[in-house]
């Protein structure tokens, strides 16, 4: 997650206050390069397949991006609202709270990198459907 130049080393320090919630501080060059924020690594196992995901956010020139990969294509990649970065920072408090049950088929297994933390999380009891609702919230998609 580090952010290289190949020129002299000038950095400026971006604080994110919409981040907030994962305590980021972006160190990121002057020259507009982009400083990865998040990245979630989601995948899916059950009865009716196999899914591997990522969604990473990143700030760019002052502005935060998200980019959505669905068993290694990129699917879409998109400058971020406010409420669609609020939706991100709820599902990172939801992940956080989320215990790990099993009884389902189906298995959701979770991994956010953040600057402070990592949070690995395994849903295994069909109650969360977390990664839909947020690539819902975030990119206006739905399973179908």
Not at 18 to 45: I, P, Q, R, Y
Not at 77 to 87: D, P, T, V, Y
Not at 90 to 106: A, M, N, P
Not at 126 to 144: K, M, R, V
Request: proline share 1%; charged share 25%.
């Amino acid at each position: 997650m580090g952010v290289s130049c190949n020129h002299m080393r000038h950095f400026k320090i971006i604080i994110t206050p919409a981040l907030t919630a994962l305590l980021v501080v972006v160190l990121g060059c002057s020259n507009g390069d982009k400083a990865e924020v998040a990245k979630l690594d989601h995948s899916f196992t059950g009865c009716f397949g196999f899914e591997k995901n990522s969604i990473v956010l990143y700030e760019k020139a002052g502005s935060t991006f998200g980019k959505l990969e669905k068993n290694g294509r990129l699917v879409r990649k998109i400058k971020l609202s406010q409420e669609q970065i609020s939706s991100f920072n709820s599902f990172v408090d939801q992940l956080r709270k989320l215990k790990e049950e099993d009884g389902c088929t189906s298995v959701e297994d979770y991994i956010l990198y953040t600057k402070n933390e990592t949070i690995k999380r395994t849903d295994g009891g069909c109650s969360w459907d977390g990664f839909n609702i947020l690539q819902q919230a975030i990119f206006d998609i739905s399973e179908e």
